[in-house]
């Protein structure tokens, strides 16, 4: 009797319409669920999302490559050669011996770090007007999460190590990842009677943390040389998602 009852009084056309409403609700209750989720983790979803900076570039891609996604002698209009010693693959134990153990050990636990490169370069001729140095470095970590946390201020050595503080942090537009930080030391040069100035460049693509800094002396370098300098790096990286 109840089915009867029901089929007379309900129009022919909502059994039809029954499945689509019902997956409709489900819908509502997934997106509120996200939500939800996206509020109490502060802001932070365990997916990848369309230009939020999330997913990973492929590891055995980056190794194979490292090497040339920093700043090279062909990225320079002008000549350069590599210090001795300054063209470096950054493995972890090599990351250890240069930072210290200290620091470095919980480092690489707290962040995943892989691996990475470091090359140094220098200006030949003194007379060009170009940056007297020119370092960079690529690092690859485990997941996207953790290449930030490598940028944090709990974590980024720009914050951490006392005998590096930069002068100043720099309020800038930096637009090269979801996390950039731009940042200058000014130091004396002895018998010189100026100063030399650096500008560094630190920013995260996806699982990847690319760094590099300009020095030289007033007028060779400057911010906007550093993060042109981070877009080449930046536009090296996306390539090997090609």
């Keep these: ?3 009867t ?10 059994k039809s319409l029954l499945p689509l409403i019902i997956i409709l609700l489900v819908v509502v209750l997934l997106l509120a669920g996200g939500i939800g989720y996206l509020l109490l983790s502060g802001g932070n979803l ?8 999330g997913g990973v570039v492929d590891q055995n891609a980056f190794v194979v490559s490292m090497n040339s996604l920093v700043i090279t002698q062909a990225d320079m209009d002008a000549k350069y050669n590599i210090i001795p010693g300054g063209n470096l693959h ?13 620091y470095g050990k919980p480092f690489i636990q707290n962040t995943g770090r892989v691996d990475g490169w470091d090359l140094t370069m220098e200006r030949v001729n003194p007379d060009d007007y170009t940056p007297e140095f020119v370092r960079s470095r690529v690092e690859i970590y485990e997941t996207a999460d953790g290449a930030s946390t490598a940028l944090s201020k709990d974590w980024f050595w720009a914050y951490q190590l ?6 100043e942090f720099l309020d800038t537009s930096c637009n090269l990842g979801p996390d950039c930080l731009t940042f200058k030391y000014v130091e004396a040069k002895p018998g ?4 030399i100035e650096r500008y560094d460049v630190a920013f995260r693509y996806k699982n990847v943390v690319a760094w590099v800094f300009v020095k030289g002396s007033f007028g060779e370098v400057s911010e906007d ?7 080449l790096m ?9």
């Design 162 to 167: 006392e005998d590096r503080v930069p002068d």
């Design 1 to 3: 009797m109840s089915e």
């Design 192 to 195: 010189a009677g100026y100063a």
């Design 225 to 231: 040389l550093a993060l042109q300098y981070g877009q």
């Design 234 to 242: 930046l536009d090296k990286i996306k390539l090997l998602e090609e």
């Design 5 to 14: 009852t029901y089929s007379e009084s309900t129009p022919r056309g909502s």
């Design 46 to 53: 365990g997916i990848s999302l369309p230009g939020a900076g």
């Design 90 to 102: 950054m493995s972890n134990s090599q990351f250890n011996n240069n930072v210290g153990a200290a």
